[in-house]
């Protein structure tokens, strides 16, 4: 079976310092994985991905995720906050069925402070 | 129009009204996706149609009931529905049978059951 676990419901942060938000995954199968940002009142928006290319991830806005197999671990980073990353952030895995399958963890709410 | 957008944003009904949810593709996709976001809780898969064809139907209940009449189009047709309904419905889109290809989100509608 495929899981993901956010292991941290809230982040707090101040601007300027590095954000570190964590992930980790279970599957069956070698995986693919997402994190996807969604600010206040918008749908969601891809901010990066891992599909059994290189590692280390770079995604949009700064942010970047290493994958870990050894640790099962996706965790997604940036070197310094913005007051604009204030948002909700999901750690997805996907599996194809057919359909592209996608299982959300809980979500990690990043609050970054002046 | 980009992207993918839902109409209406926000939706407030009560237990006997019937409404409708719309979503509308502009990315040449051919898979379409139903989901509920409740507060503290992972976003649901609810539906999916992969080139028209219902292919997932994620125990919902027969409350809701979605329509795909093209691969642009998608609908949820909702009739007395129950306050724990009220959350945000998230439409997506994506290529179907490519691994590793993102789905597009809609911006969602805002549901309130009274």
């Known amino acids: 079976a495929q899981s993901v676990t956010q292991l941290d419901s809230h982040v707090s942060v101040s601007e300027g310092t590095p954000v570190l938000l964590r992930c980790n995954y279970s599957?069956?199968?070698?995986?693919?994985l997402f994190w996807y940002v969604q600010h206040p009142n918008k749908g969601l928006q891809l901010l990066l991905k891992y599909t059994s290319a290189a590692t280390l991830v770079k995604g949009i806005n700064g942010f970047e995720a290493e994958f870990k197999k050894s640790e099962t671990s996706f965790h997604l980073t940036k070197p310094s906050a913005h007051m604009s990353d204030a948002a909700e952030y999901f750690c997805?895995?996907?599996?194809?069925?057919?359909?592209?399958?996608?299982?959300f963890g809980t979500g990690t709410r990043l609050l970054v402070s002046p | 129009e980009t992207g993918v957008t839902q109409t209406p944003r926000h939706l407030v009904m009560g237990m006997t009204n019937k409404k409708s949810l719309k979503c509308e593709q502009h990315l040449g996709h051919n898979a379409m996706y139903w989901y509920k976001q409740s507060a503290k809780k992972p976003l649901e898969l609810m539906f999916v149609?992969?080139?028209?064809?219902?292919?997932e139907n994620n125990s919902v209940p027969s409350r809701f009931s979605p329509e795909c009449p093209n691969s642009s189009h998608l609908f949820l047709h909702l009739h007395t529905l129950q306050p724990e309904d009220s959350a945000l419905y998230l439409c997506?889109?994506?290529?179907?049978?490519?691994?590793?290809?993102?789905?597009?989100f809609g911006p969602g509608t805002r549901l309130t059951v009274l």
């Open positions: 599957s069956s199968y070698s995986p693919s």
């Open positions: 997805v895995v996907t599996f194809l069925l057919g359909f592209q399958k996608l299982v």
């Open positions: 149609y992969s080139l028209e064809e219902r292919v």
């Open positions: 997506a889109s994506s290529q179907a049978g490519t691994r590793g290809d993102e789905q597009f």
